[in-house]
Nanobody, 117 residues
């Protein structure tokens, strides 16, 4: 089993930056990819950014150029640097981990990000 714990959410103004962190524990040797999803009220959960092998990243079009995902494999951690935040970025952000490419097997509890206009 893999346990994911997020931190770093909060309330910010449009144009501000925020950095989310997620640390994995447990059977971390299983993890291939780590990343972030989000779910806004009344909407489905969507991919934000994920990273598999080094240099292999996938971003939602809506965050390209503003958000950066990174991993520290020694710490079993993944980060999401969010710049130029917009009100439409308001959502609960979930850390995710998968044991194979394209799969998401484990989820964190979520952290709220609220961007005011």
């Amino acid at each position: 089993q893999v346990h994911l714990v997020e931190s770093g959410g909060g309330l910010v103004q449009a144009g501000d930056s925020l950095r989310l962190s997620c640390v994995a524990s447990g059977d971390t040797f299983k993890i291939h990819l780590m990343g972030w999803y989000r779910q806004a009220p009344g909407k489905q959960r969507e991919l934000v950014a994920v990273m598999g092998s080094p240099g292999m990243t996938n971003y939602a079009d809506s965050v390209k150029g503003r958000f950066t995902v990174s991993r520290d494999r020694a710490k079993n951690a993944v980060y999401l640097q969010m710049n130029s935040l917009k009100p439409e970025d308001t959502a609960v952000y979930y850390c995710a981990a998968g044991v194979l490419p394209g799969r998401t097997d484990y989820w964190g509890q979520g952290t709220q990000v609220t961007v005011s206009s």
